[in-house]
């Protein structure tokens, strides 16, 4: 699992609970999980990572423009 943070708060960096935006799920008191919400969840980062990459090339785009 993918995590913007590597402290061992609880495993996941969020010491406090509460999203980070890393979409790594860490934020849960929960340590398992179904195969379908692991799918759900990895699925959901795959598109926020498609659309970092959409948004990196966007601004690529407009320096080689500049």
């Not at 929960?30 to 990895?42: G, H, N, S, V």
Request: glycine fraction near 12%; proline fraction near 0%; include cysteine.
């Amino acid at each position: 699992m993918m995590c913007c943070q590597t402290d061992t708060a609880h495993g996941h960096g969020h010491a406090t609970g509460g999203e980070c935006g890393c979409g790594c799920g860490g934020h849960s008191f929960r340590r398992f999980f179904t195969m379908k919400e692991e799918q759900e969840r990895l699925e959901s980062y795959r598109d926020q990572l498609q659309q970092e990459l959409a948004a990196v090339q966007e601004r690529i785009k407009e320096f080689k423009a500049s």
